[in-house]
Structure formats: C-alpha cells, structure tokens
DNA sequence: CCTTGACCTGGAGTGCACTCCAGGTTGTAT
DNA sequence: ATACAACCTGGAGTGCACTCCAGGTCAAGG
C-alpha cells in the first residue's frame, strides 16, 4: 500500500494545488513532464512533489511565474547557472525579508485598532 | 510653504500610489469624495493620507478592494459596526501572522539554499 | 451491459487590480 | 502669446494566474 508514484488527483490533495493548475505548471515547464502510466495518466514521483513543493512557497510568497520559469530553466542548465541561481534566490530573499517587515508593520497596527476597539465595544457594549 | 492640502501627484509620489489608482479607489468608495479646488482639482487632506496609508497597507498585506470596500461602509455607518469592524481586523490579522509564518519557513529554506549554493560555487569557481 | 469517476487534450473564459487613452481645461513659466 | 505640465472625465485595455469547458478514453463496480 506504500504508493510512491501518485495520481494528479491525490498530488492536488496533499499539495493544495488544483489539478488545473499542476497541469498548467507542467505546460510552462515549471514541472519537468511527468512520468505516464500505460494508460496515459500522469505518475508523480517523490522529486516531482518535492519541486511542487519549493515552487509552491515561491508562489506564495510572491515570485512571478515568469521567474520561476527562468530559475527552472537555470536549473536544467546545469552546473555553470549555481551562481545566477544564487544570485535569484538572494534577491527573492530580500523581498521575503521586506515583505515580513511591511507584515510584522500591519501586524503591530492591526493589533492597535483592534484593541482600540475593544475600549469602544467595553464603553457601550 | 507648509501646505496641507496635496495635489494627487503628490499624493502619489508620497503613498507611492499610482494617480490613476488614487483616482479608482475614489472611484470605488475607499476614499471620501475628495475636496475639490475651484478649478476642480483635487485636495487631499490629511485624513484622506491617513486613510490611503491604512488602505495601502491593507492591500499590501494581501486583503481584497472587496473587502476594503466592505470595511468602510461599516465605518461610514457609524459606531454600531464597531463589533463587525474588529472581527474583520482581526480575521485579517489571523491572515498576517499565517502569512508571515510561511515567509519565515520560505526565509529559512531560501537561506539553507543559498549556503547550500555558496559551498558548491566554492568547490569549483 | 452500462454507468460512474478519474483522468486526458486544446483552447476559451474569468476575476482581479490596476493602467492607459482620448479629448479637454487650467495655471504657471518663458 | 504660447507652450507646457498637471489635472479632469468616462471608458477601454492589460497582465497575471489561474479556472473552466467540450469532447474523449479507460477501469472498476453493480
């Protein structure tokens, strides 16, 4: 019962993306072509989840699919793109690391409206 | 010199706003009807700043214009929303701290990659 | 048998948040 | 006087990232 190769459907349910969207990536070359069983149906192995996986966080937290493309493309280069890989990854660091501190911003804010309302709600609940 | 009533391109250059998206967010409730010049230009105040910046940041931080819009009608309506005010701050606020959850495991993962990118750029530079 | 459900393809459609454009007025600088 | 920039309106257009659809194949269950 230990499946290692998963159909898109369950693929969608672990990962959260929509069976749409697992093909559309795989129609950009976000995903390398997965694997077909006999009937024509994709089989997703452990390194195809690993990478929905790592694109997935790029998505949300912001990377363009144009990107991710590029980064993708670096990848299957090979060897002589490490730096230029590096080089993307710090960058994107960089916005996650201003997009936490405009977030942790909103946060402290959020938390003071809210509390400011509270008094209001205890005057004339 | 000290004015306090802005232009909209100075407006956009200090919220960072584009004039266009000053102009539909008027268009579409988030702003009061802005006070007009005689010429008909418009003039912002300072409470129309403070209102952009409250705005600017809710957008940033990933919350719909549907929902902004929905935001301030109950604030338009007056001291009975207060209730339903602060449980969309705070459902918003729920959505901040889990999105800076996954900016920080994105952080992390990014910063693990990085060094892992950094050592093989040092075994063959 | 035959229905049901998960999968397939190629292509069209959607929703969101802007962004741009045409055509026009006004106020300031040369 | 005139050129120029900044503003105005209403409406059309754009880019992104999906999402849906029609029409079809295939395998298992009743």
Redesign the interface.
Known sequence: MTEQKLAIGQVAQQTGLSVDTLRYYEDLGLLDPIERAPNGHRRYGPRDLTRID?LK??R??GMPISQMQHYVALYRAG?ST??E??EM??A??DS??A??D??????T???R??HA??Q??GH?P
Chains 1, 2 share one sequence.
């Open positions: 790592f966080r790029l949300a937290t060897d490490i730096r890989r590096r990854l710090e994107h660091l996650v690391l997009q936490i405009m977030l942790e911003e909103t946060r804010l959020l938390e409206k809210i309302y509270l209001q709600e004339s």
